[in-house]
T-cell receptor
Framework: NAGVTQTPKFRILKIGQSMTLQCTQD?????MYWYRQDPGMGLKLIYY???????DKGEVPNGYNVSRSTTEDFPLRLELAAPSQTSVYFC???????????FGDGTRLSIL | RKEVEQDPGPFNVPEGATVAFNCTYS??????FFWYRQDCRKEPKLLMS???SGNEDGRFTAQLNRASQYISLLIRDSKLSDSATYLC?????????FGKGTSLLVTP
């Protein structure tokens, strides 16, 4: 049982490049989330999805896009990487509302 | 006012000590509450859910006071392996709100 899987684990980007952070879960959870965590700070919600075909903005969505074509996958897209997007990105899933979330290992992204 | 506020920490305690963490939340309509543990450079992992009646899991006891919008976590007989950051987490409708965390270092 893999749970929530994120790829890549590490990545260095140049300013202006684009990339997609992958997230997949095998628990058939409806709810999925993307967070970022800056050093010494709490997690901030970027985007979330309550089911396939449904996505919505969180607290810090600017500079990111998401899609949810299947229940399993919830990729996060950075179109024009900026130094302010250097962070650790966590994907999480939840079976339904008001339940604990399960997190992936994280993607450590540096933009230089 | 932040959604979830925690003790700033860090807490440095000797092995065997009892340590308590506090947390307050601003949304009185919040429905679910959790404590997560996060090790350095790792993902958050659920430590325990918090119920209105209070709940215990081994050396860990969580309490919730809805009237005061206050949550606590008590760790008894601290172990070296308890060293981590403890995150207070509150559900606020569509997603979880995370506190910044309180760092705990248990020393020999």
């Amino acid at each position: 049982n893999a749970g929530v899987t994120q790829t890549p684990k590490f990545r260095i980007l140049k300013i202006g490049q684009s990339m997609t952070l992958q997230c997949t879960q095998d628990m058939n959870h409806n709810y999925m989330y993307w967070y970022r965590q800056d050093p010494g700070m709490g997690l901030k919600l970027i985007y979330y999805s309550v089911g396939a075909g449904i996505t919505d903005k969180g607290e810090v969505p600017n500079g990111y896009n998401v899609s949810r074509s299947t229940t399993e996958d919830f990729p996060l897209r950075l179109e024009l990487a900026a130094p302010s997007q250097t962070s650790v990105y966590f994907c999480a899933s939840e079976s339904q509302g008001n339940q604990p979330q399960h997190f992936g290992d994280g993607t450590r992204l540096s933009i230089l | 006012r932040k959604e979830v506020e925690q003790d700033p920490g860090p807490f440095n305690v000797p092995e065997g000590a009892t340590v308590a963490f506090n947390c307050t939340y601003s949304n009185s309509a919040s429905q679910s509450f959790f404590w997560y543990r996060q090790d350095c450079r790792k993902e958050p992992k659920l430590l325990m859910s918090v119920y209105s009646s209070g709940n215990e899991d081994g050396r860990f006891t969580a309490q919730l006071n809805r009237a005061s919008q206050y949550i606590s976590l008590l760790i008894r007989d601290s172990k070296l392996s308890d060293s981590a950051t403890y995150l207070c987490v509150v559900n606020s409708g569509y997603a979880l709100n995370f506190g910044k965390g309180t760092s705990l270092l248990v020393t020999p």
